[in-house]
């Protein structure tokens, strides 16, 4: 079975430790997953996207 292909955003606060916490455990399960990250938040936001989230992310968001 192929792995599946999942979007991750770390995002802003508390999300990076959740995220890191949260990928551990899955593949500590065994989940067969490859993982494209994105940019989201504040980062974002700053660096001229009023919207917090680029074109980019959206695709891979609706890719995976």
Partial sequence: MANRPITVAHGDGIGPE??????D??????????????EIGEKVYLAGNSA????????SLRRT
């Fill in 18 to 23: 959740i995220m890191t916490a949260t990928l």
């Fill in 25 to 38: 455990i899955l593949k500590g399960a065994g989940a067969r997953i490859d993982i494209e990250t994105i």
């Fill in 52 to 59: 917090g989230i680029g074109p980019a992310a959206w695709e």
